[in-house]
């Protein structure tokens, strides 16, 4: 991504949020169209694959807290006019000092938009230069790439090794990356090899863009190749073994280091970003580290107390003792029999006990309830209700 796009490029609007959106609005936005415009979803769709590319460069600046600002600067001091090259508020003074000076060294890192991830010093350092002088073509960090895998419910809590078809830009392989068919492309004559050529900015500066007649490569094709078109880049499809830890929550999103798309110029591959979803389960739900069930009683075992069996995810069940008197929707917990922690323990099954009532009596049940009924015809539930209703 060139300096120019950077400043001029409207992130925000690319993702259909306001300038002011919190962190959660902003990815919840880019979640939703890199679903919709995703390669895999839209193959052989060059116009979704190029609106794919600038949502997830969107995605890099202000998914970042710290590029945000750093991009929310730029815009605010180049990109509406607040400051030119040239002159000192508007009067034609001009300056004798480095803007990387001002905003900072560099740093290293990158992102998937292709620039580096230091201060605002990284993003400006190319752009103006005393006296002129060019800049030589730095090494590119590779492409990050997000993918999604749906998870059944067990796999999820016990953590799966699931194999990720992923595309991303690649070096070519019919050319080796150099864009000629022969193997042998010349250097750039525009920009001497460097892939960025500058152009006077007034007051002492210089402005610094990539080369349109190499496209920043720095190299011509003499002879371009059929594949790339001389771009020395390919579209490139591979599978790996992905593991997804155990104890994965849904949406949650995991970053594997290094497992995105190669670098260029010796520079450092992307990263992998997987986003899980999680199929539900018949009985068991969950609430962070632990898993919850629901058990039916019967009106005795409420009333009198007993010991319970309940189901455990993957595993024998479990015994559990019901007090006397115990109510409809207490929940009671079964230790160690959750879903497991980052530090390899586990959480709880949290049981909430459901009375159950039957729609349909024998004969002697029926006649053993009015028993019940008639003993306890006195008792009235309802009686501390309307007390409490009436303010007494």
Not at 200 to 204: F, R
Not at 211 to 228: F, M, Q, Y
Not at 275 to 281: A, P, S, T, W, Y
């Given at each position: 991504?060139?300096?120019?796009?950077?400043?001029?490029?409207?992130?925000?609007?690319?993702?259909?949020?306001?300038?002011?959106?919190?962190?959660?609005?902003?990815?919840?936005?880019?979640?939703?169209?890199?679903?919709?415009?995703?390669?895999?979803?839209?193959?052989?769709?060059?116009?979704?694959?190029?609106?794919?590319?600038?949502?997830?460069?969107?995605?890099?600046?202000?998914?970042?807290?710290?590029?945000?600002?750093?991009?929310?600067?730029?815009?605010?001091?180049?990109?509406?006019?607040?400051?030119?090259?040239?002159?000192?508020?508007?009067?034609?003074?001009?300056?004798?000092?480095?803007?990387?000076?001002?905003?900072?060294?560099?740093?290293?890192?990158?992102?998937?938009?292709?620039?580096?991830?230091?201060?605002?010093?990284?993003?400006?350092?190319?752009?103006?230069?005393?006296?002129?002088?060019?800049?030589?073509?730095?090494?590119?960090?590779?492409?990050?790439?997000?993918?999604?895998?749906?998870?059944?419910?067990?796999?999820?809590?016990?953590?799966?090794?699931?194999?990720?078809?992923?595309?991303?830009?690649?070096?070519?392989?019919?050319?080796?990356?150099?864009?000629?068919?022969?193997?042998?492309?010349?250097?750039?004559?525009?920009?001497?090899?460097?892939g960025q050529v500058s152009r006077?900015?007034?007051?002492?500066f210089s402005l610094t863009d990539?080369?349109?007649?190499?496209?920043?490569?720095?190299?011509?094709?003499?002879?371009?190749?059929?594949?790339?078109?001389?771009?020395?880049?390919?579209?490139?499809?591979?599978?790996?073994?992905?593991?997804?830890?155990?104890?994965?929550?849904?949406?949650?999103?995991?970053?594997?280091r290094g497992k995105g798309g190669?670098?260029?110029?010796?520079?450092?591959?992307?990263?992998?970003?997987?986003?899980?979803?999680?199929?539900?389960?018949?009985?068991?739900?969950?609430?962070?580290?632990?898993?919850?069930?629901?058990?039916?009683?019967?009106?005795?075992?409420?009333?009198?107390?007993?010991?319970?069996?309940?189901?455990?995810?993957?595993?024998?069940?479990?015994?559990?003792?019901?007090?006397?008197?115990?109510?409809?929707?207490?929940?009671?917990?079964?230790?160690?029999?959750?879903?497991?922690?980052?530090?390899?323990?586990?959480?709880?099954?949290?049981?909430?006990?459901?009375?159950?009532?039957?729609?349909?009596?024998?004969?002697?049940?029926?006649?053993?309830?009015?028993?019940?009924?008639?003993?306890?015809?006195?008792?009235?539930?309802?009686?501390?209700?309307?007390?409490?209703?009436?303010?007494?």
């Open positions: 991504m060139s300096t120019k796009d950077f400043i001029e490029k409207d992130y925000y609007k690319v993702l259909g949020v306001p300038k002011d959106a919190t962190e959660a609005e902003i990815k919840k936005a880019y979640r939703k169209l890199a679903r919709e415009y995703h390669p895999d979803a839209n193959k052989g769709d060059a116009k979704a694959e190029e609106r794919f590319k600038e949502i997830s460069e969107a995605n890099d600046v202000l998914g970042d807290a710290k590029k945000r600002k750093e991009y929310d600067e730029a815009r605010s001091l180049f990109g509406n006019g607040g400051f030119r090259p040239g002159g000192a508020g508007g009067q034609g003074g001009s300056f004798n000092f480095d803007l990387g000076d001002l905003f900072g060294g560099t740093q290293q890192g990158g992102g998937a938009g292709g620039f580096g991830g230091g201060g605002l010093g990284d993003v400006f350092g190319g752009l103006f230069n005393r006296g002129g002088t060019g800049t030589r073509t730095q090494p590119r960090r590779g492409q990050d790439i997000e993918s999604e895998v749906t998870l059944s419910f067990n796999e999820a809590v016990e953590g799966a090794t699931v194999p990720l078809r992923m595309s991303s830009s690649a070096a070519c392989k019919a050319c080796a990356g150099t864009g000629d068919k022969n193997g042998t492309p010349r250097v750039c004559p525009t920009c001497v090899g460097t006077g900015g007034g007051g002492g990539p080369c349109v007649d190499c496209k920043g490569r720095g190299l011509i094709a003499e002879t371009p190749c059929d594949v790339c078109k001389g771009s020395g880049r390919a579209k490139s499809s591979r599978t790996m073994q992905v593991r997804i830890p155990a104890g994965v929550a849904d949406g949650q999103r995991i970053r594997l190669p670098g260029e110029r010796g520079g450092p591959a992307g990263d992998l970003y997987v986003v899980v979803n999680v199929d539900k389960h018949p009985v068991f739900g969950r609430k962070g580290d632990n898993l919850t069930v629901t058990v039916p009683v019967t009106f005795p075992e409420a009333a009198l107390g007993g010991e319970i069996s309940v189901p455990t995810l993957g595993g024998p069940p479990v015994k559990l003792k019901l007090p006397p008197g115990t109510p409809n929707g207490r929940t009671m917990r079964a230790r160690g029999k959750g879903a497991v922690r980052k530090d390899g323990t586990r959480g709880d099954l949290l049981v909430t006990v459901e009375v159950t009532v039957p729609t349909e009596l024998a004969d002697k049940a029926q006649q053993t309830l009015e028993a019940y009924q008639k003993a306890t015809e006195g008792e009235d539930p309802r009686a501390a209700l309307f007390q409490a209703a009436k303010g007494d």
